[in-house]
């Protein structure tokens, strides 16, 4: 039951410190987008970001729009309708523009990054959930980032949602044999 404990009460989940990440931008990976695919319990759709040779892969979960937003615009045969092209035309307008967006820090379940700003007159970078700014990202072609550090907490991570599903899943499964009102 520790895992059931741990997703609902994600502070417990012991992958990091909390703390954003200190990093040299020497020390980053360079990721691209390869593909999106579903959790093995077809609960979550999450993308798969690479570096150029393969060997290092990040999984981020997304939530569903986002992940619907990121399938559209990566079809190239068609025109993409994105919700981003306010945004991408007001910071054209405005002269601002993101740099890059550096994977920074896990806490609960979630990964957060900060986007890097230009042309901004009171900030230079701001920290968001990855899964709330993903399909901005992708659509804006903004450079993305990762340590090795943060890969590897983040495998960690993806390994212990898993286990968490699966476990429900089989919890579920035996509560219904006994409830009658369970689905």
Known sequence: MTILNDFLNPQSVNLADNQEEIFHQKDL???????????PNNERPFLLLKNSNGEH???????????????????KS????????FARELMKSL?????????????????????????HPKMN??????DEVMSLALEMNVPIFATLAHIQKAKLLNAQMESFSEDFIKKAKSLQKNQLYMM
């Open 29 to 39: 990976i360079e990721l691209k987008p390869y593909g999106i695919s579903i959790a």
């Open 57 to 75: 892969v990040l999984p981020v979960f997304l939530n569903p729009l986002e992940a619907g937003v990121a399938l559209t615009q990566s079809n």
């Open 78 to 85: 068609i025109t993409p309708l994105t919700p981003h092209r």
């Open 95 to 119: 002269d601002v523009s993101i740099q890059q967006m550096v994977f920074v820090q896990i806490k609960g379940l979630h990964q957060f990054v900060r986007l890097y700003l230009q042309g």
């Open 125 to 130: 970078s701001i920290k968001l959930r990855a």
